[in-house]
């Protein structure tokens, strides 16, 4: 049998790698040594493990949805803990991921100041952000951990869409609304100001966002 080290495969960007049979171990042995300062993401489905490469315009995307996210709780006046790619894993269930964002809301008391995550004492995030996902598996990682509000932005029929998924009764069921930001139409306004971004540029960009979210509230 051949053994090949992960430093030896080069993943392009907006490629990925699909690893097959990885027991919990050598998962968690393949987390350390890809170690903590890289670009790619990761996620395990029992015994399957997906390491992607974003795309810049990915983490382009990331970066101002997140930001969005941002504007909004402070402009609610919501207090919440960021924990961005974070990998959240349960070797109980044999899953994990990083996401491309998350927070706690509800929970951010719970999560202030904590150095070591274990999610089968401490809640899962209250809200996760993807950008471009195009597997299935992701979702199930999240539905499994019990994550209640995920949005996905990508393309949806050639157009940058984002879509919110609320956790009910066990199963994803999209929303036009978030829970965490009533009354704001999220689902237009994101990908509106994303698309502006091209000709406005970052600073004017948040700048529009922020006083929209003013005539929102």
């Known amino acids: 049998m051949v053994t090949i080290e992960l430093r030896q495969l080069k993943i392009e960007p907006g490629e990925k790698l699909l690893l097959h049979d990885v027991s919990w171990e050598k998962f ?8 903590e300062h890289r670009n790619s993401r990761i996620a395990y ?18 970066e101002f949805v997140s930001d969005f996210a941002k504007i909004l709780l402070e402009e609610l006046d919501l207090d919440a803990e960021c924990f961005g790619s974070t990998t959240f894993d349960r070797q109980d269930l044999n899953l994990g991921l990083e996401p491309d964002q998350c927070f706690y809301i509800k929970h951010h008391a719970l ?23 195009t ?34 009764n066990g199963a994803y069921l999209e929303s036009t609304t978030s829970p965490n930001f009533p009354n704001i139409p999220l689902l237009t306004a994101i990908p509106r100001f994303i698309d502006r971004s091209t000709t406005m540029g970052r600073r004017e960009t948040i700048k529009a966002f922020r006083a929209w979210v003013r005539s929102q509230i």
């Open 45 to 62: 489905y029992k015994g399957t493990l997906e390491i992607m490469a974003p795309l810049p315009e990915h983490e382009k995307a990331n």
């Open 111 to 133: 999560m202030r100041g904590l150095r070591k995550l274990d999610l089968t004492i401490d809640p899962p995030p209250d809200l996760a952000i993807e950008i471009d996902v």
């Open 135 to 168: 597997s299935k598996t992701k979702l199930d990682i999240y539905r499994e951990l019990g994550v209640p509000e995920v949005w996905l932005y990508g393309k949806v029929k050639h157009n940058m869409s984002l879509r919110i998924f609320l956790l009910q």
């Open 28 to 35: 968690e042995s393949i987390l350390k040594e890809l170690g």
